[in-house]
């Protein structure tokens, strides 16, 4: 039984929080304006997996039903940040007089987060911090009468953390907080704020997050669920798309390499080589794990400004075939990261609620189809991950296929 | 219950014929080279879908259990053939000393075939023509004592067929050819030919083979399976892999553009704008039943015969993402035709062997995965085409998804 | 000397009119954009050849010196018309507003025109229709005092024309027009036109226009200047770059194959096969001229609407190299092809006046830099096409290295 | 005049001598392999750019005429080398007996060399070691009776050298080296040999050779010529066809970014970044010197051992057109690195032989053509590069347009 029931207010009030961390980003304000425009009927729901057929009869809220805050440490308001989205190509200008309302009301409910330093700034410590972040999220829910409150994190990415032993458990997390100890990563830290506020909680960056052990003990204690991690939107997208098709005609891949091109905020943070090392990680960990062997040839993710809000990845696979004859496949991806990533954030947000409605906690490991790395799972295939969320929605077993729990 | 058993004998001959129609082209040889080099342990099996798990532990005849033989109107022995082929970098020279031997035994087994009009040429009624042909295969069993034979047919690619009231039932054909009438365009006299002969069947080109109604009943009388049609080797096969991942993110495709370039026969064959009419209108039609609407843009096949054995094949994806933003896939695929068909043809062998083996008969829908129109489906996912494919392997129902006698 | 000098109020008046044969289409709606914005400063003039060094200390008009006209059967206003390329991208939306007045203006000098089939319609004799086109120019040119015009044909594509006697000398067809036969193509009759009218005439599209002896012979009796034909702008522009490395290292091309997706109008023209014909001639041609041999290989324009104004190209090179080595080289272009040609379109209007204010008549074949069909020269390579621009600008001899008269 | 003039005896001895650094390397037995096929008729001269009209009436000496010796420190012999290099499809396996004896009569005259060490290896002095190495070679003209000897450097790339004030002239090197200091990087070493036993230089890699003052004081006071740096065999020789696009239509390059991927001994060594360093560095400089700014993006170099002997870059250039319209320009160039490099180093021997005989010494700047970094020149537009190289092969003025020595 979850020890953070949603409202038994939801008949008459089925408004769902959205609080994402990093709320005034790309992708945040890419959300914040789709959610606004499918709400209106200005947008067809183009990228919304929840609208599938396999989804859309489902209890999982709908965009109008859901309200926007969070945190951020960057002043530039939503409204700023939207018309230079606009003016990139993210989406028509005509669209910002539309949401204009919108935008303001989520403005409103966005507070300042945690600083990236990890004793929170500022002589405050992280169990100061992360009371200060649970209230926050709190105060929003209270304020707006909602059912529940998703945490969504969109922050730019961080790097590994160390390990720690107060990662373990959470009585040790516990002693180590009140300890004063500054212990968590600022993902986690946000994690453990929602948990704490009793949010679901989704991971949408290759950071830490909710992946510490003590931390999926909190979320099965709080009766909450949470997903994870790092959004599959691009190139990795469309390798987990691809390398099945190796693997099932038994062509041997000998060399996968990749290169990404990308401006925008992503891209400069990822110029940081130890936030990159998360992100290459993950990226390369997808096809071989498909493959089931280690493939050969680097992943490089370059920050070119001047792309913009734009990203370009080609990527070059060596493969062998029969009597040893070598072949190549190569794509080049050229999209638009906030406009792939903000649909999955809604598909998330609402998913992830519904899950809570249906008295889901802890990990949900049938919601890999939207990760890079689908915690809960080695299952990478496209095909199967979208089967098993399907099977997930329809109400049956969440089939992973090959769950890591099961070894 | 069959009407051609398999031998009884099986236990002290389990030896397979394969009997290939077009068996002096590039795909035959490589195949026959291939077989040779499996059973030799001169090579790995890298893409043969029959060595993977699902598939290595059920009784279908092994490489070394195949005996061939085939139907060609072409003199040049496979020798030469096979010289040829390695100097255009199919499969390493050193092979060929290796091999010599079982090419020289498969040369032995070709008999000249049908001549390309449909009358069976020289006066040859296509009653007297198909009573040879079966002849032909019977004699190439008897002389090797084979359990049974598999014809494939990887003869150059006709154009459609005129439609024929014979075509419509099996009485209605039988009448016409005993009447002298030239009903059935080349492939599906061969195909008649193997049904009478009590053979199975494979179709590896998107010739009308056994399309036809009348066939399907001769199939099925004669107690003999069959599959089909047009082996998805290249840029289908890639277009099957990608195809989903804009489905279940729900991303609409806009366009969809490709040119293939391609030398070798199969090039000169498909200068020819008939024959590539049945070429590209399977190879559109995937995309658009995977995705569910028509989508725009042409499929080129040039004639390039500088390219020789090799292909290259370009796709221009347009799609529309999130807020109507505007994105693009592309992909190029070089490989070589012969090298990826070669294997999937000595599956396709050994797996109908094996349906045969277990007493099936008539139109095998579960092995979809290996064409660009999956007879009795219309599921075209790769994904899931490889796990019906498994899934029958493991003698299970041929789940197939979408079976078309369903509707 | 020239039969229709310069206006000697050159001092007082040095504004030089741009006549446009199609004023409403995509190209010419980007010129008329393009110039009010550079005239303006509102742009910077990325793109424009006129503004590098050998050029910008010319005589040439400034874009603020041109005055836009021309004709169009077409009724969508100029205004609307930038708003829809506004929103496919073509330039920045708040351009709109600031250039309005510039589009009004040139939309009150905008005519009928001729009816695209080859008698004029409605009755009119070609004599007649000639007169009637003269004239408009005429009174465009004396309405806004301008020191002289020049027209400019960016109509859309026709297919090659018959053969004519009447082609071959003026006096030949000034007879043939006198009897009242209709024996030129709709463009080469606005280039009859702009002659009459004693004004410079470029052919920016691959068309007949100025090309015929008969011309040829008119233009110099006027005393007036032309250049053509077909702009340079994407596909051909990288294939006259890259096809000189080829030659000059010694490599030899086996195949040289292209696809070409483009939508807009001009996609939906060369769609017809025999306008096509006239493009994919020119486009074919360059190669084989610089490389001196013919090259294997398709070049294929399709329409695909969904590309509006946006264009892709892929190229495919199949080369040989040292000992029989083959390699390939292959490019992608995406460009939008208004805004590449727009920009040459002002470098040509206010290069040809200059030529005029030089007193220069009859082919300019300094001019092939432009052109992927450049006439009076054989040369494609596009740096020795600059330095030939360049050293004619200097008021050197054009040194267009193989001058086609030459032989 | 020259210190060492060529041999008298030439009329009756026109061999000259070839001597490699690194002679059992890819290239080098390439280049063995590739004299003794074009000497033997057995091969067409593709990618012999000495074999083009400008060049072929010359009095360079013939590949018949050249005599294969040099240095290496790898000891696997030519002849296993080119059995592995034609495996790979370097070139056809049928040539390896018929250049048998060609490539045992180069092995006889490889001499062990300097260790990489700058040192020399085993307590010998550079000085001493270059004393052995001009010994070296100066008893292989002797041997031999060669009219002269060309020195053509094929080692591995090394890491940029640390100045030292003894680069700067003659006699501060000769006295550092009289005093046993180790001042010269290897390939400086090879350079100083090669210039004291009277013999031209060719520098084919990005190391310092005889980039450095003192030796070119060297090389003028012995009265011999030499040319570097860096053959611009392939990525590079594409971007400056390329570039020069961008420039002379005024288009804005935002963003140049590319990536290597290459297997080979090639591969292996520029997998170490201080060696990367030296390539990196000469590839983005061509495209900055043509376009005369600073450009976007990164230039990466990746190891990709399975890709053995062959090598695949991607390019994405950004570019910005009228009104502020951005539009890209991607290639793959897929190309055999040993095959494309050893005709360019036949050229460079036989050309450098022609400018010995001609009596010219010191630097040869016409000869940028072949290099990525054109000593002596800032010229990297490939048309103008072939142009001056004819015009000083025709015996004109060498007119690189753009000398260093000029400013």
Request: proline share 7%; net charge negative; glycine share 12%.
């Amino acid at each position: 039984m979850s020890a953070h029931p949603v409202s038994s207010a939801r008949a008459d009030s089925a408004k769902v929080g959205v609080w994402i961390v990093g709320a005034r980003g790309s992708v945040a304000t890419t959300v914040t304006v789709g959610a606004a425009a499918l709400a209106g009927g200005l947008a067809s729901p183009t990228g919304c997996v929840t609208e599938l057929p396999p989804f859309r009869d489902t209890e999982a809220p709908s965009p109008a039903e859901l309200v926007f805050g969070g945190h951020d440490m960057v002043g530039v308001p939503l409204t700023k940040r939207a018309a230079q989205l606009a003016e990139a190509g993210v989406f028509p200008g005509h669209l910002l007089g539309q949401v204009d309302d919108a935008l303001r009301a989520a403005e409103h409910e966005i507070r300042p987060g945690a600083a990236p330093q990890e004793d929170g700034g500022d002589g405050e410590s992280q169990a100061g911090t992360a009371a200060r972040l649970a209230s926050d999220i709190e105060e929003f829910r209270g304020r707006n009468g909602l059912e529940q409150v998703v945490v969504v994190n969109l922050a730019s990415t961080e790097a590994p953390p160390e390990p720690h032993p107060a990662h373990a458990s959470l009585p040790a997390l516990r002693a180590a907080l009140e300890a004063g100890e500054a212990v968590l990563p600022p993902s986690s830290l946000y994690a453990y704020a929602a948990f704490t506020a009793g949010c679901a909680y989704v991971n949408f960056t290759p950071s830490a997050g909710a992946s510490l052990p003590a931390l999926d003990e909190l979320a099965r204690e709080s009766g909450v669920p949470y997903a994870g991690r790092d959004g599959k939107t691009g190139e990795t997208l469309v390798k987990t798309a691809l390398a099945p098709m190796f693997l099932h005609r038994a062509l041997k891949v000998r060399a996968w390499s990749g290169t990404n091109l990308l401006g925008g905020g992503d891209g400069a943070t990822l110029a940081d080589p130890d936030a990159a090392r998360s992100k290459t990680e993950t990226k390369a960990r997808a096809v071989q794990e498909i493959l089931g062997h280690p493939v050969e040839g680097l992943v490089h993710i370059d920050n070119v400004p001047e792309m913009t809000e734009w990203k370009t990845a080609w990527d070059h696979v060596l493969f062998e075939g029969f009597l040893g004859n070598r072949m190549t496949l190569q794509f080049t991806w050229q999209g638009c990261d906030s406009a792939l990533a903000a649909p999955l954030v809604l598909d998330l947000a609402r998913l992830v609620a519904l899950a809570r409605r249906r008295g889901e906690s802890g990990l949900l490991p049938a919601f890999g189809f939207f990760f890079k790395e689908p915690m809960g799972s080695r299952e990478h295939d496209l095909t199967r991950q979208f089967d098993a969320l399907a099977s997930w929605a329809a109400g049956g077993v969440a089939a992973t296929g090959d769950a890591v729990g099961a070894e």
